[in-house]
């Protein structure tokens, strides 16, 4: 098996599980970062008096700028490569940890997440770009599962490290240490990553491709628009999965600290089983489109009914063995979604594809928090924020199921 990967890839290409490697590490430390505050915020919001509401503003203030920043950032990776702007990425967010720890209110932490979400931003652009650069076709449905499952390992780490971290130090050291995580990683990433010699199977170096080019694409904006349902999806989950085992399904801060994390177990497995599916489908002849589009469609659709079904779970087990199915069904559409984003690109735009679909993930990761902390202020209930998120991911695999049709012309 190890064998027939490496041929594919490429000869002379080692240094493919390497870069492989560094990018699937830097998305960890970028996950836990991220949802850091979700474990911490029941702690935050008694300390420093917040509401639902408060709470949901703060934890979408991190997706205001990452969002933003998707499209830029795209098109400078696709510029300058991958090496150095990650490197200064993973420092800006880093720093942007360390601040959280510091703030003493409200103002405070909506502006140190507003720089970890800027920061943060390069990361799964540069993920995607490194795969093109790295591994043949055959493989880059794998490959992508394979870093993209960094989205669910780290948030599986994140409870039980940040808990842990939580009650040894106070919640302000667990973003002191995770912050100097984030630097040790940054210098690995420019100490040890390099831009491959040459491209897998003879592809040649392409121009980046105009961005008149790419937004007049319907494809594109159907993949971004369809990645709202998703985003939306997983940043219910990211951000209020903590709060909701605590408030709804009355666990202590411990129980939540090991409950949280089973359900991103099975995201990391769903990932993996995603990027595989992709390349399994395009082997048995399915072209590479729509290869990508089926585990999306499903995964997305089969996630939402999970989700719709943890409203009527009679208990914290059942509630958490949902979410974990959900999850599991939703990552294994991610990772076809990243891996889509690197099938529909033309090779000069890769990145820049990739930022502008996750851009769509942003706005509904975006309105996921806010949405959920005023709705769950209103009604006392996760029920309403649950259907919703479930609508919203049924949502997102309509649009990919109609819209996303053929690949972007080069």
Not at 29 to 36: E, G, I, L, M, S
Not at 388 to 397: I, P, S
């Amino acid at each position: 098996m190890g064998a027939d990967v490496s041929e594919r890839i490429g000869p002379g290409r080692r240094g493919a599980g390497l870069a492989l490697g560094l990018v699937l590490v830097a998305g960890l430390v970028n996950y836990v970062d991220r949802v850091t505050l979700s474990v911490a915020g029941p702690v935050i919001a008694a300390e420093l008096r917040l509401r639902p509401s408060q709470m949901g503003l703060l934890f979408s203030a991190f997706l205001w700028t990452y969002g933003l920043a998707q499209a830029p950032v795209g098109a400078i990776i696709d510029r300058v490569g991958p090496r150095r702007l990650l490197g200064v990425a993973l420092t800006l967010w880093s720093a942007a940890q360390g601040a959280t720890g510091l703030a003493v209110g409200l103002p405070q932490l909506i502006a140190a997440r507003l720089f970890l979400g800027l920061g943060e931003a390069p990361q799964w652009p540069t993920g995607a770009k490194v795969v093109r650069a790295w591994f043949a076709p055959q493989v880059r449905g794998l490959a992508t599962g394979v870093f993209n499952s960094a989205s669910t390992l780290g948030p599986a780490i994140a409870p039980p490290l940040v808990t842990a971290l939580m009650l040894a130090f106070g919640w302000r050291g667990a973003f002191f240490a995770t912050a100097l995580a984030g630097l040790g990683v940054a210098l690995l990433w420019i100490g040890l990553y390099r831009e491959p010699a040459a491209l897998p199977d003879g592809e040649e170096l392409a121009p980046r491709t105009p961005w008149r080019r790419l937004f007049a694409a319907p494809t594109l904006w159907a993949m971004a628009l369809g990645n709202v349902g998703s985003g939306y999806m997983n940043w219910f989950y990211a951000a209020w999965l903590p709060g909701y085992l605590e408030t709804a399904r009355h666990l202590t801060v411990p129980q939540t600290g090991w409950g949280a994390s089973i359900p991103y177990v099975f995201g990391v497995i769903g990932s993996l089983a995603g990027g595989l599916a992709c390349d399994r489908l395009a082997a048995a002849g399915l072209s590479e489109m729509l290869s990508r589009k089926l585990p999306i469609v499903a995964g997305l659709a089969i996630g939402a009914a999970f989700t719709g079904l943890t409203i009527l779970a009679p208990n914290s087990a059942s509630a958490i063995a949902a979410i974990s199915a959900a999850l599991f069904f939703s990552n294994l559409a991610g990772a076809a979604i990243w891996a889509m984003a690197i099938t529909a690109a033309p090779p000069g735009g890769v990145a820049s594809v990739g930022a502008v679909q996750n851009f769509g993930g942003f706005l509904g990761g975006a309105l996921a928090p806010i949405v959920t902390g005023f709705s769950v202020e209103a009604t006392h209930s996760f029920a309403a924020a649950l259907a919703t998120t479930a609508a919203a991911a049924l949502g997102g695999a309509l649009v990919y199921l109609v819209g996303v049709r053929k690949p972007i012309a080069p």
